[in-house]
């Protein structure tokens, strides 16, 4: 487990520095970085939902701090929430999709198309 932190923060590392020496425009690194921090929020959904829930579980079961079917219950809830929250995240940070959802579901007002009439 602690060898892939060191990979994922060695990793990290070495992406921002590449980014930082690249000869590229503002807004090519605007969105560099905005990839940047998806795919960071993406590396931390699992740790989230799966890897903590389960080494806490261990750990709480190992000194009886809790109650089995407790813990089994809430590490089961955030195993079923870990594939829903991953597409919320790209949802949320890639523009183009956010905006196919809304126009699908017709709420974003600004998109919606005035009718106009004809007169000939």
């Known amino acids: 487990m ?6 994922i923060v060695y990793c990290v590392r070495q992406i921002l520095n590449t980014l930082k020496r690249a000869a590229i425009s503002s807004n090519a690194m605007k969105l560099h970085s905005r990839m940047f921090n998806l795919l960071i929020l993406q590396l931390l ?15 709480l079961v190992a000194t009886g701090a809790m109650n089995v079917d407790y813990i089994c219950t ?9 594939p829903l929250v991953n597409p919320v995240i790209i949802l949320h940070y890639v ?5 196919y959802l809304l126009r699908l579901f017709r ?3 600004t998109l919606r198309h005035k009718v106009t009439t004809r007169t000939t």
């Open 2 to 7: 602690i060898a892939i932190f060191v990979t």
């Open 74 to 82: 809430l590490v089961s809830s955030s195993y079923a929430v870990f």
């Open 107 to 109: 709420l974003d007002k």
């Open 45 to 59: 959904n699992p740790v989230a939902f799966l890897y903590l829930p389960c080494m806490t579980s261990n750990i």
């Open 95 to 99: 523009k183009d999709y956010r905006m």
